[in-house]
């Protein structure tokens, strides 16, 4: 398997891991999930403190640096494990990887393709648009290396 069809595979793998996660929330209640979680146990904070071996005041502060979005992830896991719950880390693609991969490539293969089309269009040799994306297909397929299409942004 070379490079190319590698990563391909890699796209098409993640896609499908990731699936399930685009159907989650996409925020954490306004109070962060610790103190939601808590509140729904019933716990209170000096109860939470008792099992992570903290004092209620250090558990305020968590919860507020988990509603600032700047918690530390083992705090976070730390807090799950008192609670009874699992951390799930994961970053998710606002749409899938291969979308992401084939705009990329277009967006570069046009770039390429587009000093070559003018260069065909001053010599006179202007192909019409179903060749255009015939060409573009081949280009991207054949020719475009995909670690080229992360060097800058387009």
């Known amino acids: 398997m070379n490079r190319r069809q590698a990563t391909a595979e890699a796209r098409r793998s993640l896609d ?58 083992s705090s976070l896991r730390k807090a799950a494990a008192a609670l009874d719950c699992d951390v799930i880390y994961a970053l998710v693609p606002r749409r899938s990887l291969q979308e992401t991969y084939n705009a990329a490539a277009k967006s570069v293969a046009r ?18 648009d179903e060749e255009d994306e015939d060409r573009l297909r081949r280009f991207i397929a054949d020719e475009l290396d995909p670690r080229e299409l992360w060097g800058r942004r387009r």
Do not use: C, N, Y
């Open 16 to 73: 499908r891991a990731l699936a399930p996660f685009r159907k989650a929330p996409k925020r954490p209640p306004s109070r962060g999930w610790i103190r939601a979680l808590r509140d729904a146990l019933g716990m209170t904070a000096e109860q939470l403190g008792e099992r992570m071996g903290i004092s209620q005041p250090s558990v305020q502060r968590l919860e507020l640096s988990e509603a600032e979005g700047t918690i530390q992830l």
């Open 111 to 128: 770039r390429e393709l587009g000093l070559i089309g003018h260069t065909m269009a001053l010599e006179d040799q202007a192909v019409g």
